[in-house]
């Protein structure tokens, strides 16, 4: 895998959607990590800086209990996840069943979740395109 291709796919992916997220973080579906585009550390008020490896973690976990639940519920497979909290919203991409994208609109929130949604499924083949070096 390129991983400068899949990061320059990443950036793209971002500013073509509605809205951009502060930072995305990349990683396979055992939660290890490939790219991490912006940056969050200045973002917690906690004296420790966050590591790629504690988000990937948090990431890896979420979208873990989300595709037990709909696997269970036999809602079919998870094709994103989208969390709303009171300081901003995170998405989680799951690509293929293979890769997870994590997305914050920390402090910023979306305007539209419908617009986010619909930026979602028109822009991210040229992540999958880096990822299968098609």
């Known amino acids: ?3 400068k291709k899949v990061t320059q796919a990443v950036e793209k992916f971002g500013a073509l959607l509605p809205e951009k997220p502060v930072w995305m973080l990349l ?6 990590v490939i790219t991490q585009v912006g940056k969050y550390e200045h973002l917690f008020h906690s004296e420790t800086m966050l590591e790629d490896g504690s988000a ?3 990431i890896q976990s979420h ?14 497979n998870l094709q994103y996840s989208i ?5 901003g919203v995170f998405v989680i991409l799951h690509i293929h ?26 822009h991210f083949r040229e992540i999958l395109d ?5």
């Open 1 to 3: 895998m390129d991983v």
């Open 27 to 32: 990683m396979n579906r055992e939660g290890d």
């Open 56 to 58: 990937a973690a948090w």
């Open 63 to 76: 979208s873990t209990s989300e595709i037990d639940l709909l696997d269970h519920l036999d809602h079919g």
């Open 83 to 87: 969390s709303v909290g009171t300081e």
């Open 97 to 122: 069943g293979d890769y997870l994208l994590g997305m914050s609109y920390h402090s910023i929130g979306v305007k539209s979740l419908d617009a986010l949604a619909d930026g979602i499924v028109l």
């Open 130 to 134: 880096a990822l299968f070096d098609v």
